[in-house]
């Protein structure tokens, strides 16, 4: 699994292999002849001797095409004499990475070199960069995959890539003692969403926490952004302890890097469970019918109906619908069989 990086300078190549380039964060790559500087993942400048003007701060990072291989999006740079540019973003700079030397062979020194420099107008420069790569090659990431606890939201996993907060414990991420089920929610790229495979579970401490997994996302179902597939983990307390549970999530994907993502549960004291509080509620209900059930008959055999409880309030209603006295034998009878 690949955890997403600390920046936003990152990108993926056209075979989803990630490059981090954190660490390179505002290296500057100067070309003198046009007197421009690039701070790399920052900003554009041309500087001299009037002063610095700016092509803008940096805003994305995306593959490239053909020869190039990344190119990087600078805007909202100096508005002076621009302010008609497109979109009113003022200046902007586009710079086209090149993994590996220039093609003059004109670079020196470890990290690359600016190789040319093109201004398509006052407004707009193009430079073109050549760098290393390899040391910032990561794995293949399954793009476009993503866990979270509501079907449109990514807080657990995002674009195949662990969320701070789940790569690890975090006391501070745990779910309480109270909560004894968490849904999790996955979606996928329609077009390669069959190659997620079945999750694998893993507690740590093994005993303690009993866990189990239900849902669509537990047969290996192909999750989709259309219909994304369910993961519900039940959590129960088996055990109270001092530090958290940690339960370590693994999706194979084929061809990729598994997706892995750690959850922790608090368990500050030992929970029964519905279960068994169904079982006993079971149990009360069948021996407290048994008991009425039992009363009922023997008082309606030795002291008779109107013994029962009940009967008296039973005896009143009728009488006051028909009107006579229920208790009078002689009425009732006269009555059923009419006077002799």
Known sequence: ????????????????????????????????GKDTV???CKDVES??????????????????????????????GDLTSCEQSFDKLGRTAQVNIVCGNCLNGACKGELGCVCNVTYDSTCRVIVELAIPCEKQRGPRIFEGFTVGFHPRSWEVVYNG????????IHHEFSFGTEQT??????????????????????VNPETGLDVKLSGSGTNGSPPTTLSPTMLNLDLMCEKARDTPYEVSISIPVEGHEPIEFTLTKICDYRQRGWATFGIFSCIFIVIST?????????????????ALPGMMILSACLEAVTGEDLNNQASWEDTKYGAI
């Open 1 to 32: 699994s690949f955890v997403v990086p600390s920046s936003n300078c990152y990108v993926f190549d056209n075979t989803s292999h990630i490059y981090d380039f954190t660490s390179w964060i505002g290296h500057p790559f100067e070309y003198d």
């Open 38 to 40: 690039l701070r790399f």
């Open 47 to 76: 500087r001299s001797q009037t002063g610095y003007v700016d092509f803008g701060r940096f805003n994305n990072f995306v593959a490239g095409s053909g020869d190039v291989n990344f190119v990087q999006g600078f805007y909202n």
């Open 161 to 168: 890539m662990t969320q701070l907060g789940f790569e690890k």
């Open 181 to 202: 089920r968490v849904s999790l929610y996955m979606t996928a790229i329609a077009s390669v969403s069959s190659l997620v495979g079945k999750p694998v579970l893993k």
């Open 290 to 306: 048994l008991i009425c059930c039992g009363g009922f008959i023997y008082k309606a055999r030795v002291e008779g109906l109107d």
